[in-house]
């Protein structure tokens, strides 16, 4: 294609592997749903400790590892006038036209 897809783009064009995943991961724990609602209970209870002072390794399971990152790096830079460019998803409001 030329290009570099991203990464959840393999649902569109892999739909069958991807089905055979998601319904193996299923039969194995439940829905994607289900398996996030226990990692979270478990996070919380973690997070509830005042002893915890590093990252629990069960965060690597949630997914959504750097979104994190890049908000943090997002702040920095409005906030320190770093004058980047970044991209970003957020409602246009009208703001431009087209």
Do not use: W
């Not at 002072?53 to 949630?62: A, D, F, I, N, V």
Request: hydrophobic share 30%.
């Amino acid at each position: 294609m030329g290009l570099i897809p991203c990464g959840y783009h393999r649902y569109y064009y892999l739909q069958d592997e991807m089905l055979e995943h998601s319904l193996h991961e299923f039969s194995e724990g439940g829905t994607r749903a289900e398996q996030m609602y226990q990692v979270e209970k478990e996070l919380f209870d973690l997070y509830s400790q005042p002893g915890l002072h590093e990252k629990p390794e069960l965060l690597s399971k949630r997914g959504g590892a750097y979104y994190s990152d890049a908000a943090c790096e997002c702040i920095s830079a409005i906030y320190n006038n770093k004058q980047l460019r970044m991209t970003v998803s957020t409602q246009n409001n009208g703001a431009i036209s087209f």
